[in-house]
């Protein structure tokens, strides 16, 4: 199920969680597609992903293999290139993000 322009999780409460290495997972997947974007370390996935915005939501959907947590996904503008980062409060409530890749 998607949910279009609206966020289930406060996004200020996942950047928070996210610059710390104890309470912010990026997933390996996450991880290389970032960096093939440029973006090379933790750290830069982490700062890009405390610019975003909360009006650049674009959906929140349910998590596919993990059943009852939902995902936001944000559009974020980076030059030429429009960014889709998935977001995510893990059970144990972490902040996770699990996609970091060029929208197409």
Aim: aromatic fraction near 10%; charge should be neutral; glycine fraction near 8%.
């Amino acid at each position: 199920m998607d949910i279009f322009g609206k966020a289930t999780y406060n996004l200020y409460e996942l950047q928070e969680l996210l610059k710390n290495t104890g309470t912010g997972i990026i997933t390996r997947e996450c991880y290389t597609n970032a960096v093939s974007l440029g973006y090379s370390s933790r750290e830069d996935i982490v700062n890009r992903v405390l610019q975003l915005r909360p009006n650049e939501i674009y959906k929140t959907m349910t998590a596919e293999q993990r059943p009852g947590l939902w995902q936001d996904v944000y559009l974020s503008n980076e030059g030429l290139l429009t960014l889709y980062i998935k977001l995510q409060k893990s059970y144990d409530g972490k902040g996770v993000v699990i996609q970091f890749k060029e929208s197409i």
